[in-house]
Every structure is written in structure tokens, then in C-alpha cells.
């Protein structure tokens, strides 16, 4: 008789957790953005700047896409499923885009948070001010996000080297027959 091998049951860590409820936290923070600026769209048309209005509506939509694979390989992979071939590399591709989506909004709410506390703006607005300021903090997550999401398949991968490990000892063992 071959022994039974019961699967140890792990639960998300402390990290991976925060690093889920941050990526679910986006996707509504992202979702509201996108809904704002579709509204606003369809209130103007695309009178003021069409390519930017095109290019923020996507760029939003590919947050909400990164942070749903993130969930979608904690929720699916972790701890120790194999990722296939096309999500290891749907995870590159999606880092490297988040990366430079991340560089190119940090850059805009900063020269937004300039602009609005300069001497040159002449209506001082704390609403602007706030949304600028809401706006950078919501990115700076992204920082998190990206480290975390670097990190997620090497984890994964070790934490299935280990279970693997752990299966083949279990097997070597005599079998407790009582």
C-alpha cells in the first residue's frame, strides 16, 4: 500500500495578501478613474484631446488588466502551481508595460503637483491639489505592485521546487500501516 500523501494546506502569507488586497484596491481605484474619464468623454465628446483621451481610457484599462492577472496567479498558482509558458511570459510583457505606465504617470502627477503649487497657477485650489495628491499616492502604490509582481513567479516556482522535494522524501518513507 502506498502512503498517502496529503497535500499541506497553505494559505496566503501576510505579504501576499497585502499585495492582493492593494491589486484588488486598484483595480476599484482604476475602475473609478476609467468610469470618470469615459463620462467625461462622453459629456465633451473629444473635443479637448482626443489622442489623450483615447490614451488615458487605455492606459487605465491596462491597469485594471495587470492588477486582475495578479490576483488571477495568487488566486489560481499560488502556492506552488506551475505557471504555464504563456502566463510567464503574459507576466513579463505585462510588468515591463506597468513599468513604464507607472514611470509616465508618476512623471504627470508630479509636474501636476508643480504646476498647481506654483506661482504661476492663480487659482489655488485645494480640490486640485487633493486629486493631484490622491492621484501620485494611487501611483506610488504602483511601486509596491511592481516589486511584489516581479517577485510572484520566482516565489511560486520555489515554493513548487520544495513541494516536489517534500513529495519524493514522502514517498521514500515506509508506509504507516497502523
Not at 85 to 106: N, S
Request: glycine share 4%.
Amino acid at each position: 500500500m502506498l502512503p498517502v500523501i496529503e497535500e499541506i494546506p497553505e494559505s496566503l502569507t501576510v505579504r501576499w495578501k497585502v499585495f492582493r488586497f492593494i491589486n484588488y484596491l486598484q483595480v476599484v481605484i482604476n475602475a473609478g478613474f476609467l468610469a470618470l474619464m469615459l463620462i467625461a468623454i462622453m459629456k465633451t465628446g473629444f473635443e479637448s484631446s482626443p489622442a489623450l483621451s483615447v490614451i488615458s481610457v487605455l492606459i487605465f484599462a491596462f491597469q485594471i488588466t495587470n492588477n486582475l492577472f495578479n490576483i488571477h496567479l495568487l488566486n489560481k498558482h499560488y502556492p506552488h502551481t506551475t505557471l504555464s509558458r504563456k502566463k510567464e511570459k503574459a507576466g513579463i510583457v505585462l510588468l515591463i508595460v506597468y513599468i513604464f505606465v507607472t514611470i509616465g504617470l508618476l512623471i504627470m502627477g508630479f509636474s501636476g503637483l508643480i504646476d498647481v503649487f506654483s506661482d504661476d497657477y492663480n487659482h489655488y485650489s485645494l480640490s486640485a491639489a487633493l486629486s493631484v495628491i490622491f492621484f501620485l499616492a494611487c501611483n506610488l502604490l504602483n511601486i509596491y505592485i511592481i516589486i511584489e509582481q516581479a517577485s510572484l513567479p520566482t516565489h511560486i516556482e520555489r515554493n513548487n521546487k520544495k513541494n516536489i522535494q517534500r513529495i519524493t522524501e514522502e514517498i521514500g518513507k515506509p508506509a504507516d500501516l497502523f
